[in-house]
């Protein structure tokens, strides 16, 4: 039978397959629709996105990670959290549907009020989404999620493009996203054993929210204050600007999401099985921000270094005012593995209080950052700068607590993350000066990353960096174990 250690490798390549493929489509569909359609339009969906995200949270987060956390979860807790949720959900719609007339006059966009109308649909059809992505986590079922995120993005990809291409402007996103989170629910039924029964429980609902409910708040705070940035651009300046805003920050995420995003999810329920036993979980935190780091920062960096050519090529010269939103969120992800790896650990050991007085303080300084950088820049660029600053005051904020529950403190971590950042900002720059030279922009894509990466694994593995060895052995590891087991 697999051990622990070999059903968390086999997640996270499995979450990794899942995150990568659906993102790279992702990524080559919006391509193709960027070229088609004007940055109005992804401006005018973002600003709609701002509602749909927050009202997500309500149904989403704070129950979902407390069926993971929970040892004893059962069908009882799992059917009674899927009603609550529908209940919620159905609220924020007729809600949102109602209030539609009063967002489009905030942002003095009378076209607005059908899209948000529209596109709020999905909040109920995340219902569904919501439980079965807990079951799979808590489950390390995670290669059924692999199938589920192809067969959606493909299909509602395609038809996004087929409206953009026939005029239909922002509603070809519209329909793009509702395709997308409709066939992801269809395929998880198919693919996934959990079905709702006529179970409910309200003593069941009460535990759960104990634990939850701060989880809750902490997503709340963090998907309005992610979303605040957009919200104040989009009130200030043009969709368009905008438009500049969402795309720039859309390169970096999608490494984010295929990579931070697969550790996190297979991590934290393996982090929870250990919350009794500080030391071993001391250990797997440290693993994750040290293996985190080595993959993140590097492609962040070498990202940053190459946003123009980039941009040139894949999205054409109409989007490139967007470059420099790109760098700046490469800067503000390149902390995101310090940030996920403490969260992840702090809500492990059950200690959700904590983590919503984290996002309280992070938020507080976030929005004094925000205000301090409208007044005094009051241009994009300068709000986007704002996140960057917090990034760095957050990594000090979300490693404080661990000092006393784990004994791995903020200076001990930078120690140990240390040389990745120092090894992957000379490579950047090494980068960023060559791609200043003249050379082919699609020469400098085709060439440029991959030098970039054999050097910085070059000198890794000079130096024995301790990512480096632990990735290169883990791969070694499961090669063995999947001819074992063939």
């Known amino acids: 039978m697999p051990s622990f250690r070999s059903t968390v490798i086999t997640s996270l390549i499995w979450k990794f397959l899942e995150r990568s493929s659906s993102q790279m489509a992702s990524f080559v569909v919006s391509i193709v629709l960027a070229r088609i359609l004007a940055p109005e339009d992804f401006g005018l969906i973002a600003l709609v996105l701002v509602f749909t995200n927050i009202a997500g949270v309500f149904i989403q987060a704070g129950f979902s990670t407390a069926l993971v956390q929970k040892k004893d979860a059962d069908n009882i807790d799992f059917s009674s959290v899927f009603f609550v949720s529908l209940a919620i959900a159905v609220v924020f719609y007729v809600a949102l549907f109602a209030c539609a007339p009063l967002i489009a006059s905030f942002y003095e966009r009378n076209e607005l009020v059908p899209v948000i109308r529209c596109l709020s649909f999905t909040l109920i059809i995340g219902v569904f989404n919501s439980i079965q992505n807990a079951y ?54 198919f693919t996934v054993k959990w079905r709702p029964q006529l179970l409910f429980s309200w003593a069941r609902v009460k535990e759960l929210l104990s634990f939850g409910w701060k989880l809750l708040c902490s997503s709340l705070l963090d998907v309005v204050y992610g979303n605040l940035h957009s919200l104040v651009i989009g009130k200030i300046f043009a969709p368009t600007v905008l438009g500049f805003y969402s795309r720039g920050s859309h390169f970096p995420s999608i490494i984010i999401s295929n990579i931070n995003s697969s550790i996190q999810a297979v991590l934290f329920p393996a982090f929870s099985m250990y919350q009794d036993d500080k030391s071993r979980l001391k250990q797997l935190v440290r693993r994750s921000i040290v293996t985190s780091s080595f993959v993140i920062v590097p492609l962040m960096a070498m990202l940053a270094a190459l946003a123009e050519p980039l941009v040139l090529v894949v999205l054409g010269e109409k989007w490139l005012p967007c470059v420099p939103f790109v760098q700046i969120y490469c800067f503000i992800y390149s902390f995101w593995p310090i940030h996920t790896s403490n969260l992840s650990a702090i809500n492990a050991v059950g200690r959700s209080d904590i983590f919503l007085k984290l996002e309280i303080i992070k938020k507080i300084v ?61 490579i950047g720059l090494v980068l960023f000066y060559v791609s200043s030279l003249g050379l082919s922009p699609i020469f400098q894509l085709i060439i440029l990353p991959i030098c970039g990466c054999v050097i910085y694994v070059a000198i890794a593995k000079l130096l024995q960096l301790e990512g480096v060895v632990y990735l290169l052995n883990m791969i070694c590891e499961y090669s063995v174990k999947r001819k074992k087991f063939a």
């Open 366 to 426: 976030g929005l004094l950052m925000l205000v301090l950088f409208i007044y005094y820049f009051r241009t994009p660029i300068g709000i986007a700068c704002s996140g960057a600053v917090t990034s760095i005051m957050a990594s000090f904020i979300n490693a404080y607590p661990n000092k006393t529950l784990l004994n791995y403190g903020y200076a001990e971590q930078m120690k140990d993350i240390f040389p990745s950042y120092l090894l992957s900002f000379g």
């Open 136 to 189: 799979v986590a808590r489950h390390m079922l995670f290669k059924k999620l692999f199938f589920r995120s192809i067969c959606a993005v493909i299909p509602s990809g395609i038809a996004g493009i087929f409206f953009a291409y026939y005029g239909f402007g922002v509603w070809a996103l519209v329909i793009q996203q509702l395709a997308n989170v409709s066939l992801m629910c269809i395929f998880m039924w």
